[in-house]
């Protein structure tokens, strides 16, 4: 199993990113996809949710500014973050909690890309 977080990067407060993630050896479509953040002297906290039925869940802190969706044709889940700021710096973490075909259940975990939101 691959996952593969990309599209991290600096930006000013106020600006937008988009964070995909790419989840490969997965049955993919019927995977609950999350992304997580864990701040600098911080736990990881939990972001935003999408199940496999596309029903979605946000962490109160970034409601109405993070929305999180998924294509189920390319494997990969996108994070859009709006209206960004400096509290929002963090390594983004992807997270799949899915099946391999003949196997239990697992989560799956990217290497995260660093958002850096400036002041």
């Known amino acids: 199993v691959q996952v593969v977080e990309s599209g991290g990067g600096l930006v000013q407060a106020g600006g937008s990113l988009r964070l995909s993630c790419e989840a490969t050896?997965?049955?993919?479509?019927?995977?609950?996809m999350n992304w997580y953040r864990r701040a600098p002297g911080k736990a990881r906290d939990l972001v935003a949710v999408?199940?496999?039925?596309?029903?979605?869940d946000y962490a109160d802190s970034v409601k109405g500014r993070f929305t999180i969706s998924r294509d189920n044709a390319k494997n990969t889940v996108y994070l859009h973050m709006a209206s960004l700021a400096p509290d929002d710096t963090a390594v983004y973490y992807c997270?799949?909690?899915?099946?391999?075909?003949?196997?239990?259940?697992?989560?799956?975990w990217g290497q995260g890309t660093q958002v850096t939101v400036s002041s």
């Open positions: 999408i199940t496999s039925g596309g029903t979605t």
């Open positions: 997270n799949a909690r899915g099946r391999r075909p003949g196997f239990a259940p697992g989560d799956y």
């Open positions: 050896g997965i049955m993919f479509s019927v995977a609950t």
